[in-house]
C-alpha cells in the first residue's frame, strides 16, 4: 500500500550513500535521481524510501514521532543492520532486544541527520 516515505537531509550524497549502503543486502538501491530528491527501494513499483533536500530551501528537521522502520528477516539480520547502521555513522536509539517478550524484537538508530530508523522481526 505505501509507495514511498520521504525524509529530509542536509547532505544528499551522504544520506544516498547511508541508505543503499544500509539497504542493499534488502534489495535497496538507487533507482531515480533527480538532485534534490533520490529514490531508493527493489523497483519503482514496490515500496520506497526517498530522500531529499526540503522544497522550501529551510534546513531539514526530523520529525518527533516520525520513524522509518524495516524489516530484514530475522533477529540476527535486526542486529546486523543496527550495526551496520552504526558503523555507517548513526547513533543509537534502543539497542537490539526483546521488546515484547516472544513477539518484538528490535532496535533503533538516528541516521546523520537525526531520522529515526528501526529495524524490527516479529515472532
Known amino acids: 500500500m505505501i ?6 537531509v542536509s547532505d544528499m550524497e551522504k544520506a544516498k550513500a ?16 533527480m538532485g534534490r530528491i ?6 519503482m513499483k514496490g515500496p520506497m524510501l526517498a530522500v531529499c533536500t526540503p522544497f522550501d530551501g529551510k534546513p531539514n528537521h526530523p520529525g518527533n514521532g ?3 522502520a524495516f524489516w530484514p528477516g530475522s533477529k540476527e539480520e535486526v542486529d546486523a543492520h543496527y550495526k551496520k547502521a552504526i558503523e555507517l555513522g548513526a547513533t543509537c536509539d534502543g539497542e537490539p532486544g526483546q521488546r515484547i517478550p516472544d513477539k518484538f524484537y528490535g532496535a533503533y ?3 546523520p541527520d537525526g531520522n529515526k530508523v528501526a529495524f524490527y522481526h516479529f515472532g
Open 18 to 33: 547511508f541508505y543503499t549502503s544500509l539497504l542493499g543486502d534488502m534489495g535497496g538501491k538507487l533507482l531515480l535521481d
Open 38 to 43: 533520490a529514490f531508493i527501494g527493489e523497483s
Open 109 to 111: 538508530v538516528k541516521d
Open 66 to 68: 516520525n520513524m522509518l
Open 3 to 8: 509507495g514511498y516515505v520521504t525524509i529530509g
